[in-house]
């Protein structure tokens, strides 16, 4: 069993930077890939980046390439996304999740209740 805890969201302006954080609770931490999702009002919840459990390999949303970072440091089973370049439509609530399967898919075993993050114009 997996518990996750984000942090980090909150109201920032166009072009300015975060960094999501999520907890996990549970010594087999390190054996799972991360992802994080994200979800609009109104919208379907969507990928954004993965991490293998290893943290070797990543993958991201083409949205968010090249602004975005997923990092894990495995002694503290957390996990990161560095959000840069922040762009209203950005705004979300993100969810990171935890499981077996490396996929952009939601086919993970555990989430997390989310952090809001915010952009103004």
């Known amino acids: 069993q997996v518990q996750l805890v984000e942090s980090g969201g909150g109201l920032v302006q166009a072009g300015g930077s975060l960094r999501l954080s999520c907890a996990a609770s549970g010594r087999t931490f390190s054996r799972y890939n991360m992802a994080w999702f994200r979800q609009a009002p109104g919208k379907e919840r969507e990928f954004v980046a993965a991490?293998?459990?290893?943290?070797?390999?990543?993958d991201y949303a083409d949205s968010v390439k090249g602004r975005f970072t997923i990092s894990r440091d495995n002694t503290k089973n957390t996990v990161y996304l560095q959000v840069n370049s922040l762009k209203p439509e950005d705004t979300a609530v993100y969810s990171c999740?935890?499981?077996?399967?490396?996929?952009?898919?939601?086919?993970?075993?555990?989430w997390g209740q989310g952090t809001q993050v915010t952009v103004s114009s």
């Open positions: 999740a935890a499981g077996r399967m490396f996929t952009r898919t939601p086919n993970y075993n555990y």
């Open positions: 991490s293998r459990w290893s943290g070797g390999s990543t």
